[in-house]
């Protein structure tokens, strides 16, 4: 089992355990709640004292749960503080459009020979990072626009141009549910943020009526510096100790859609057995792909 | 969020801003300009490529699903608090209050709720303060990390995600304490 599915039961186990017994303590001893107000910290002590009342609290509490769990899946919500919030479904839904222009656009340079051009000039420096993408294949053009998306701070177009990236990865691994090396390492190089210009906390600061906006620059360059090195650095020992995903075609690689033999390497003057379905000469949308 | 007037900045910083402005449409510009040169059919390609970005939205709903309904109950129920509270103080509060190490624990899970837990070290302490300082670094050198995981890997259906979240977190904390470090000796020596 890989850690995320650790992580993810003791998010859920521990979570609601945690609130249970919070919430049948605090019906005992009363709760204690406190907020910043003007700077100032507020505290406030409600106590129960008869069984009902805390019955009634631990009922609270445990509606709260629920509540904000389903808030959080669902289209949209309203915080107590009076914000909307958009909960996953919202999110995705909301992409739909940022994704959408991205893919186009990409589709564009693709066409226009842009994104071959921009993998030719990358590709001798990523044989270091991602060994398996081969040569001028476009997944390492795509990297790239990820890459200086995420570095000069544009949010909006650095997650639909991440998201072509793992297409293009995905094209290449031969295990579709699993993640290759190079989706491995370009998943840890990002969360590791590659930031280098951080538009968005220099205007926050600013907004707060910072005098030196930009001063934590230099430490935070350092630092993300050196957490991108870890990342890279632990990726690559993974990727030692590790056996890849196959390729497309390789042996224990995905069947095909549709269970035809690989489209990749269809064996010349292969026979169609009588009452086999009939075999289309390449797969549609497939063929290019497959063949960088 | 209130804008502060422009003659109040550094010059640098309207340089960066208006650069930073104006990167998207002057990308949008050299690509479509570059790929009508070569004659390629613009509107007719770029349709086609942008008919993939609802399957790919669509693709990524159970993935964050299942990321946000864990972190939802997780901090719902006050168990983030408590994890937070319990080992705030590992770290001398001088070095790293414990409003901050708890953003720093919040931030791989929910980007709001690390920026809403940086604005209060801002209200609390101020901007320019330590805190502040450190908040900032610390905010700008770590990612959301299960929020990444599931968009990225959701949008091409992989569900096993091998080694790539134990990495990220690990970089996550060498950036945390790396943060920490250097703005502890740079915020005192650096005026």
Same mark, same amino acid.
């Given at each position: 089992m890989t850690l995320l599915n650790h992580i993810w039961a003791f998010l859920i186990i521990i979570g609601i355990i945690t609130g249970l017994g919070s919430a049948v303590y605090q019906a005992q001893t009363g709760v204690t709640t406190s907020r910043i107000e003007n700077g100032i910290r507020v505290t406030e002590t409600i106590e129960y004292s008869t069984w009902k009342e805390k019955a009634a609290s631990i009922t609270k509490a445990g509606n709260k749960i629920a509540g904000d769990m389903f808030d959080m899946v669902g289209f949209q919500y309203t915080t107590p503080e009076g914000k909307t919030r958009d909960g996953a479904v919202g999110i995705a839904i909301g992409y739909i459009g940022l994704i959408a222009f991205w893919l186009g656009l990409m589709k564009l340079a693709e066409a226009a020979g842009l994104v071959a051009v921009l993998s030719r000039i990358i590709s001798p420096f990523f044989?270091?990072?991602?060994?398996s993408i081969p040569r001028d294949h476009p997944a390492s053009g795509a990297i790239l626009l990820n890459f200086s998306a995420n570095m000069l701070g544009l949010d909006n177009a650095a997650t639909p141009l991440g998201i072509k990236a793992m297409q293009e990865l995905q094209k290449l691994?031969?295990?579709?549910d699993t993640a290759s090396h190079a989706m491995c390492m370009f998943l840890a190089l990002n969360v590791s943020s590659l930031t280098i210009i951080p538009a968005s906390i220099i205007a926050l600061r600013a907004s707060q009526g910072?005098?030196?906006?930009?001063?934590f620059w230099p430490v935070m360059l350092v630092s993300t510096f050196i957490g991108s090195l870890t990342a890279l650095l632990l990726s690559k020992l993974m990727a030692r100790l590790t056996p890849d995903t196959p390729r $497309? /075609?390789?042996?224990?690689s995905d069947p095909p859609d /549709? /269970?035809?033999?690989?489209p990749l390497t269809?064996? $010349?003057?292969d026979p169609v057995g009588p009452g086999a379905p009939p075999m289309p000469a390449t797969v549609p949308g497939t063929a290019a792909e497959t063949t960088p | 969020m209130k804008t502060i007037s422009p003659?109040?900045?550094?010059g640098w910083q309207i340089l960066s801003e208006m650069t930073s402005g104006w990167m998207i449409p002057l990308i949008i510009l050299f690509v479509v300009a570059y790929a009508y040169l070569r004659k390629v059919k613009v509107y007719e390609v770029f349709v086609e490529g942008a008919k993939e970005g609802f399957d790919v939205a669509v693709m990524i709903i159970p993935y964050l699903i299942a990321i946000f309904a864990a972190i939802a109950l997780f901090r719902a129920s006050g168990a983030l608090d408590y994890v937070a509270k319990a080992f705030?103080?590992?770290?001398a509060p001088a070095v790293m209050p414990a409003e901050v190490f708890m953003m720093a624990l919040v931030k791989p899970m929910s980007g709001s709720g690390a920026r809403g837990l940086m604005m209060d070290v801002f209200g609390q302490y101020?901007?320019?303060s330590y805190p502040g300082f450190l908040a900032s670094a610390v905010q700008g050198s770590t990612e959301t990390t299960f929020y990444v995981v599931a968009v990225y890997f959701g949008a091409v259906n992989?569900?096993?995600?091998?080694?790539t979240i134990g990495v990220g977190l690990i970089a996550e904390f060498v950036a945390v304490a790396v943060s920490t470090v250097l703005s502890y000796f740079y915020f005192n020596s650096v005026q």
């Amino acid at each position: 089992m890989t850690l995320l599915n650790h992580i993810w039961a003791f998010l859920i186990i521990i979570g609601i355990i945690t609130g249970l017994g919070s919430a049948v303590y605090q019906a005992q001893t009363g709760v204690t709640t406190s907020r910043i107000e003007n700077g100032i910290r507020v505290t406030e002590t409600i106590e129960y004292s008869t069984w009902k009342e805390k019955a009634a609290s631990i009922t609270k509490a445990g509606n709260k749960i629920a509540g904000d769990m389903f808030d959080m899946v669902g289209f949209q919500y309203t915080t107590p503080e009076g914000k909307t919030r958009d909960g996953a479904v919202g999110i995705a839904i909301g992409y739909i459009g940022l994704i959408a222009f991205w893919l186009g656009l990409m589709k564009l340079a693709e066409a226009a020979g842009l994104v071959a051009v921009l993998s030719r000039i990358i590709s001798p420096f990523f044989r270091l990072i991602f060994p398996s993408i081969p040569r001028d294949h476009p997944a390492s053009g795509a990297i790239l626009l990820n890459f200086s998306a995420n570095m000069l701070g544009l949010d909006n177009a650095a997650t639909p141009l991440g998201i072509k990236a793992m297409q293009e990865l995905q094209k290449l691994n031969g295990k579709k549910d699993t993640a290759s090396h190079a989706m491995c390492m370009f998943l840890a190089l990002n969360v590791s943020s590659l930031t280098i210009i951080p538009a968005s906390i220099i205007a926050l600061r600013a907004s707060q009526g910072s005098v030196s906006p930009a001063r934590f620059w230099p430490v935070m360059l350092v630092s993300t510096f050196i957490g991108s090195l870890t990342a890279l650095l632990l990726s690559k020992l993974m990727a030692r100790l590790t056996p890849d995903t196959p390729r $497309p /075609g390789e042996p224990g690689s995905d069947p095909p859609d /549709g /269970g035809f033999s690989s489209p990749l390497t269809p064996a $010349p003057g292969d026979p169609v057995g009588p009452g086999a379905p009939p075999m289309p000469a390449t797969v549609p949308g497939t063929a290019a792909e497959t063949t960088p | 969020m209130k804008t502060i007037s422009p003659d109040m900045m550094p010059g640098w910083q309207i340089l960066s801003e208006m650069t930073s402005g104006w990167m998207i449409p002057l990308i949008i510009l050299f690509v479509v300009a570059y790929a009508y040169l070569r004659k390629v059919k613009v509107y007719e390609v770029f349709v086609e490529g942008a008919k993939e970005g609802f399957d790919v939205a669509v693709m990524i709903i159970p993935y964050l699903i299942a990321i946000f309904a864990a972190i939802a109950l997780f901090r719902a129920s006050g168990a983030l608090d408590y994890v937070a509270k319990a080992f705030a103080h590992i770290v001398a509060p001088a070095v790293m209050p414990a409003e901050v190490f708890m953003m720093a624990l919040v931030k791989p899970m929910s980007g709001s709720g690390a920026r809403g837990l940086m604005m209060d070290v801002f209200g609390q302490y101020g901007v320019d303060s330590y805190p502040g300082f450190l908040a900032s670094a610390v905010q700008g050198s770590t990612e959301t990390t299960f929020y990444v995981v599931a968009v990225y890997f959701g949008a091409v259906n992989v569900r096993n995600t091998r080694y790539t979240i134990g990495v990220g977190l690990i970089a996550e904390f060498v950036a945390v304490a790396v943060s920490t470090v250097l703005s502890y000796f740079y915020f005192n020596s650096v005026q």
